[in-house]
């Protein structure tokens, strides 16, 4: 065996995907968290796409002599396996079902298939591969994981948009559960496939390249693995959360009958102005809705239509006008600004410097010296 310059950062990869991938899942097991599950493996998918390389530049060849043809890539499980993974991280409530491991047929096929043609021998192998599948089948292969990549990373911009649009209604001033982190996964994914297909469809239209040429390639695929993982490994896991598409499309024209939009208006004013639900910190839109006992939806929609505004601009409105009724009533005196933003239920400095800017058109310092003039 021996280990060139090239296989040293394949074999750090490799390494990092499987330990990292390893601690997600034991992780998964103990706090029961689908997302770990299927982190872990992608992960490993992904050291399955390097190990081909890697063992090529340690000298090692078996892949293509005595396991010529057996099947050593996971590449159709890449698409599923962050498709589900998106829909496990925004819903804590997700469980795989039958229909769902239809996402995985492909790759039982290219398994399937791989492993039939394995079993007859080398000799079967070799007039295989040159009379049959170094034409039709290969290219077959070759652009079903293409589209399948195409497929599923439209499957997860969609599903995360629209996570991101239900985040927007159903929290206030949740800046961590709208996952800033996954948009940077994503696009790292993004490139990652991008620049893999470059280098695929080089050799497909007749680009001799080297194997040292073709090693930048699982570089890149390997870079983008050691980022995923660590990325991941460093976050704080939401303990709850249940997003379920479907709601984004109910209820969302507002109620026709004055009865009823009089309820929730008299509910809410007594939510906002007697029991002042907008100092808790983390209220959000459906511990709203059961407080007032109506259905969320139509609470969303009220707000939307009614007062012409999102639940997160709802909130915070109650909020930035509570802190300057502080100011006028003097209790800077006895706390900071910060102080007071926090009484009035804003969870951190950032977000209330934003929240006031964009409201009063001032910072709330410019906001403080101000009132002091008048």
């Known amino acids: 065996m021996k280990i060139s310059l090239y296989a040293l950062p394949l074999i750090f990869f490799f390494c990092n995907a499987l330990i990292v991938g390893g601690i997600i899942g034991i992780r998964s097991f103990k706090e029961q968290r689908l997302a770990d599950t299927l982190m872990a493996l992608f992960l490993w998918s992904l050291a399955i796409l390097l190990l081909p390389y890697m063992l090529g530049f340690m000298g090692i ?49 290219y398994v399937f298939y791989h492993l039939l043609v394995f079993m007859q021998g080398q000799n079967f192998v070799h007039d295989w591969i040159s009379n049959y599948h170094a034409g039709f089948i290969f290219y077959v292969e070759f652009y079903g994981i293409l589209f399948s990549n195409i497929i599923y990373l439209v499957l997860v911009i969609l599903h995360f948009r629209n996570y991101l649009d239900w985040a927007k209604d159903e929290f206030v001033n949740r800046e961590d559960l709208k ?130 505004k999102n639940f997160n601009q709802y909130i915070n409105g109650y909020r930035v006008e509570a802190f300057k009724e502080a100011i006028e009533n003097g209790e800077n005196k006895n706390l900071s600004l910060l102080g007071i933003a926090l009484n009035v239920g804003f969870s951190s400095k950032a977000t209330f410097n934003r929240v006031f800017k964009q409201m009063e058109g001032m910072t709330p310092k410019e906001y403080l010296k101000k009132s002091e003039m008048r």
């Open 179 to 308: 996952f800033p982190w996954i948009k940077k996964i994503l696009i790292v994914i993004i490139i990652a496939v991008i620049v893999s297909w470059i280098f695929d469809f080089l050799e497909i239209f007749g680009v001799d390249l080297s194997y040292e040429q073709s090693f930048w390639q699982f570089f890149g695929i390997g870079l983008a693995s050691y980022y995923i993982s660590i990325q991941y490994l460093m976050q704080k896991q939401p303990l709850f959360l249940q997003f379920d598409p479907p709601v984004l499309n109910q209820n969302k024209e507002i109620l026709e009958s004055d009865s009823e939009n009089d309820l929730i208006r008299e509910r809410l004013i007594h939510a906002m102005l007697e029991e002042k639900l907008y100092l808790v910190p983390d209220i959000n839109l459906t511990g709203l809705a059961k407080k007032m006992k109506v259905n969320k939806s139509e609470l969303s929609a009220f707000i939307n239509k009614k007062m012409d």
């Open 61 to 109: 060849e078996i892949l293509w002599t005595e396991l010529l043809f057996f099947p050593r890539h996971a590449a159709f499980t890449i698409g599923p396996l962050i498709y589900l993974f998106i829909k496990a991280q925004t819903n804590s409530e997700f469980r795989l079902k039958k229909i769902d491991f239809l996402h995985f047929i492909p790759f039982v096929i």
